[in-house]
């Protein structure tokens, strides 16, 4: 049995171990035109921002210790096509001319997403930078060091992330945000205080514009100016581009293989794709968000490591279902956790619900104790059934936490009552003795009436 | 309407302001033979520790508050008897002769819970202490100063904060615990490490004695010796008694109000005794165990408060039910996390499940994350229903929100399988990108086969 996976980040270097460990007999090769395997993504703006020195820590498993268990590693050579037919892939040398095929009787697409590039941003300057690969990371980490002042373009969770990095390492930023609010995300109730936090709390040095794009980059090798659209214009030293990003899916879609309607490699629970022996997993296929059963884009790479973990499962003659996603996210920006899981209030009402929320602060821990910090939640449930449709939760104390037991509750259609009943841990230094989470609830309860 | 209620910390206190809330027309009265009402039981080990000097702060709410939302508030006013025939309870003023009576519609009994006296610690020692009531708090904080040893007889969760306390004022702590390991509510696989990590990280000022209890206190006006069964005897400046609680129903049971089998008082999902017009609520009453359904005394303050809104809101004409509990907990040792929730594995099997279990140790955030720490993860599920029975977790990281994820799910009878599923949040200073959590689903998935 031969099996080839296309991309080696977070699900490609989990089908090749899980695959591996399934059928010790079979050969297992990782294609990529990228130049490293099996590293952590999430963990380059901690890595820009200084959090520690060596980026070899972001590597999970090195290519030496893939080969040592018998995956063999093959970077910088780029699938350039997929041929079903023939069962074969067509790959090109990144540092030769010629392309060669190979065979394959299971093939896995962990392909990824990509980095959206505005028009404005395609022209070659040497300043600009997304964040995708390892590559970029090093690169924005050494580009940082001699800007003064950095032009972060778009607000979702990669731009935040960054700019933390960026103001731990004393630059100015300035960050342009479509949106009425960064993070949007979010319901604007939840973004609008996570936007407030970050000005009070970076010293000065962050600018953020909102409802406004950029048009244009000026400079010859380099950006000197940005121009916005409504005709604002700065000089800069160094440009993020964090406008979003797309699934990597021309490769599969070129060899017949169908997109979802949010144009992400479609997948059934077992990662299939609709060509026999053919799997797509992490990035680039679709999910489903397992509370409107609907078809849904939400690249992250929690779910990028359980899907790899069940195509390995299913493509080695097991049986094993990826039953979807709830869009549980969480990120810092110095001192605040930002947490989110299921709908936001928007999400919902466009899914179709008839929405009724909470927004509530309060303390994380007893009064009195000395360490004690503020947590705001947002609770949504559908009016008709009483069940929760998701949690933001932001504050300097333990928000997070409180999302993710919110996020096991989503995964059987808890309603608002069954919230009010569960027994959480409490401890002064943990909680108040009625939780947010149940505060929140019995507020919800009576809104339901 | 005349609503009368016997105690006034968590429970008492709660449905008193409630009730008041619910029926801002009535009459709301608490007695108690305590010098307060409504204070933090659970913050006294912090204000021992000197986590903060006033320990008004420990007061949720001051008589002036409750008199001003007209709730009257007696203190040292112990009541004598309850009589259900003529709705009147007898009171006695602790610093008067005299008894007097009071009329009521509805009556509330709150007496909570006190401390377990063994034989040997019932002769008036000055320097002997047990903590339950605001005035013991403050009594320890005061001796400790003085003292050099410490003994505490009993190894639960009040015994290991208030070994936390004196560590933190550098006194020596002699801990005496019957079991084999102190925390006897975890499995051993969990208290052995919980006792190793209090053994190494107290300075050496801390000597567990396991396996052993005391028979005799030896001293005048003050314990000088403690002498244990096994013959071992030893010096001490003050004695720390922690050997238990029992439920406080003489009041209750001596008017003919049904106690249940675990000698608490039985009450139903609305907090009514088998007597019309009373209701009993806190750490004086039976619970339920949620998942397996049967009665179970588990006197913890988040509980209380809980069963006090229910009471309030159920005399007051209203209708909610108060569902059980899980048995959840959550305490501090130092740097250490300790939680549980649900099922350990030998009140599993005790409860006649035939158990699965699985321990594992996982970082609790990104291996290169500055901050990473480890957690101890204990999961309990059943054989036959594949459910989730209970988890345990230690860990200097953040070990107790993945206990409160589990709580949610025990609500509803999750399936190791669905835990699996469940989409949790991940950036690297959060958890690692496959939680403990879910790992130890895999493992426990692969172990039911």
Not at 242 to 258: F, N, Q
Not at 410 to 415: D, K, M, P
Request: hydrophobic share 40%; proline share 3%; glycine share 8%.
């Amino acid at each position: 049995m031969k099996i080839i996976i296309i991309g080696g980040v977070a699900a490609g270097a989990k089908t090749a171990a899980k695959s591996k460990r399934e059928l010790p007999d079979s050969e297992v090769h990782i294609y990529t035109k990228d130049n490293y395997v099996s590293y952590s993504s999430c963990g380059m703006p901690y890595y820009i921002a200084g959090d520690f020195q060596d980026w070899q820590k972001l590597i999970v498993r090195s290519t030496e210790e893939f080969e040592k268990s018998g995956i063999h590693i093959h970077t910088r050579q780029q699938v350039m096509k997929i041929l079903p037919a023939d069962k074969k892939i067509a790959v090109k040398d990144l540092d030769k001319e010629d392309w060669y095929f190979v065979e394959y009787d299971k093939l896995v697409i962990a392909t990824g997403a990509e980095a959206f590039i505005p028009d404005f941003a395609k022209s070659k300057f040497k300043n600009v930078f997304s964040l995708r690969t390892l590559d970029d990371g090093i690169a924005i980490r050494e580009a940082m060091k001699n800007a003064k002042h950095i032009t972060v373009v778009g607000g979702g969770y990669i731009a935040v992330e960054l700019t933390e990095a960026f103001v731990k390492n004393k630059k100015n930023v300035t960050l342009i945000e479509r949106a009425p609010y960064i993070l949007s995300m979010f319901d604007e109730e939840i973004s609008s205080l996570i936007q407030e936090y970050i000005l009070a709390n970076s010293d000065g040095l962050v600018k953020i514009i909102n409802e406004d794009t950029v048009t244009e980059l000026i400079g010859d090798e380099n950006v000197k100016d940005v121009i916005t659209s409504k005709g604002y214009g700065f000089d800069t030293d160094m440009v993020i581009i964090s406008s979003g990003v797309k699934p990597t899916v021309d490769l599969a879609s070129e060899a017949g293989i169908l997109l979802g309607k949010t144009g992400a490699i479609k997948v059934n629970s077992r990662m299939e794709t609709n060509i026999p022996d053919i799997y797509a997993c992490g990035d680039c296929a679709e999910k489903i968000n397992m509370i409107s059963n609907t078809p849904v884009w939400v690249p992250l790479g929690s779910t990028a490591n359980k899907e790899g973990r069940v195509a390995a499962i299913n493509l080695s003659g097991g049986v094993e279902d990826f039953e979807g996603i709830l869009g549980s996210a969480v990120l810092r920006y110095k001192g605040l956790n930002i947490s989110r899981t299921g709908f936001t209030e928007k999400e919902g009402i466009k899914a179709g619900y008839d929405t009724v929320s909470v927004v509530i602060t309060k303390r994380d821990k007893a009064g009195y104790m000395p360490e004690v910090q503020n947590v705001t939640l947002k609770l949504v449930a559908d009016k008709r059934s009483h069940k929760l449709l998701g949690a933001q939760a932001i504050g300097c104390g333990d928000a997070d936490k409180r999302v993710n037991t919110v996020a096991i509750g989503l995964l059987r259609g808890i309603t608002v009552e069954e919230l009010i009943d569960v027994d959480l841990t409490y401890s002064p230094p943990f909680s108040t003795s009625i939780d947010i989470l149940i505060s929140a609830a019995q507020i919800l309860k009576s809104k339901l009436g």
